[in-house]
């Protein structure tokens, strides 16, 4: 008798979360933007809530939620209640990095959150005024030789894979430049416009507008191979630097919990908008390359950089209280 009450009580639970699936979503879907608005992260953001919000017909709204090299946005999505209702649009800098950069931090990415849809990578981007004296990146590197921390590099905050990039990298040419952290990528990019710092390092959809409208030199990138929406600047690599490397995805979580139909039902719809072409050709305009994945596969990407950004940041000497 108790066996089969149990039983009819496990079809009942499965049942009901089948029933759930199908009528989800019953009303709109928070997405977590864990930077201000602006930024590289804020636009991709607002790019898929809306383009998914037109395909599926489903109410997706951007809410932006920065601070602390976006932690403070995901820590918020880790307490939401897993119901679907809540996701956050994370990144390798507050997943994969953060937690071995800061020495207190609310979460643990692969326990606290379920990865959702993989949406794109990016390489960052080492990027300079137009007026500026810099006109390539061999020309920063004898400048700071010759003056150590003299010259300046803003980013958009401590335990970002960005600013993370640029202590590679110092690293990596052997010299000494001042990092400056701002609170997201818009005041770091006026005040790279208005020369207050010499440098940024960017993601690449941060810096793209400016890029574009010529108020901005492009010095190289940080992957591997050069970027698609901008062929003809170097990568680091190329420039002296072999085997370098550091970029950075973005990514749809929800807290742990969340019932798997309901992610692979957002993991679905998401994966049907990356494979139009109207929607690869908006995000590669914004300097992102679209990839979809399944939550399988992004959750093992993310477990293994993860595990890879430990080394890379005791190697980068950089900590955040």
């Not at 606290?112 to 794109?120: C, Q, S």
């Not at 979809?292 to 992004?298: H, K, V």
């Not at 080394?311 to 209280?321: D, F, N, P």
Request: contains cysteine; charged residues 20%; aromatic residues 6%.
């Amino acid at each position: 008798m108790i066996r089969k009450l149990l039983t009819l009580c496990t079809l009942a639970l499965a049942f009901a979360a089948t029933a759930h699936a199908d009528t989800y979503p019953s009303k709109p879907i928070r997405m977590i933007v864990p930077f201000p608005p602006g930024g590289g992260t804020d636009i991709l953001s607002r790019l898929v809530a809306n383009k998914l919000t037109e395909t599926s017909k489903w109410t997706v709204v951007p809410d932006n939620r920065g601070g602390a090299g976006g932690t403070l946005g995901i820590s918020e999505a880790v307490r939401a209640a897993p119901t679907g209702y809540e996701m956050v649009m994370g990144q390798k800098d507050n997943l994969a990095v953060a937690p071995w950069l800061y020495k207190k931090l609310s979460y643990d990415p692969t326990k606290d959150l379920v990865p959702v849809a993989h949406v794109g990578y990016t390489p960052v981007i080492i990027v300079t005024r137009t007026e500026s004296k810099f006109k390539t990146l061999a020309d920063v590197v004898n400048a700071a030789r010759a003056n150590p921390d003299a010259i300046t590099y803003g980013s958009p905050g401590n335990g970002t894979t960005i600013h993370l990039a640029g202590e590679v990298f110092k690293n990596a040419a052997d010299i000494k430049i001042r990092h400056v952290p701002y609170k997201g990528s818009n005041p770091a990019m006026m005040d790279v416009l208005a020369g207050n710092v010499d440098l940024m390092v960017s993601s690449v959809p941060s810096a793209m507008a400016q890029i574009k409208a010529g108020k901005l030199r492009p010095l190289a990138v940080t992957s591997l191979r050069r970027s698609s929406s901008l062929p003809d600047v170097p990568t680091v690599a190329e420039l002296g630097y072999k085997g370098f490397d550091v970029s950075t995805w973005y990514g749809l979580f929800m807290p742990a919990g969340t019932p798997k139909d309901i992610v692979a039902k957002v993991n679905t719809e998401v994966n049907k908008l990356l494979a139009t072409q109207s929607m690869k050709d908006a995000i590669i305009e914004q300097g992102v390359e679209p990839q979809a994945m399944t939550p399988e596969q992004f959750g093992a990407l993310l477990k293994n950089d993860y595990t890879k950004s430990k080394a890379v940041v005791e190697s980068s000497g950089a900590t955040i209280e």
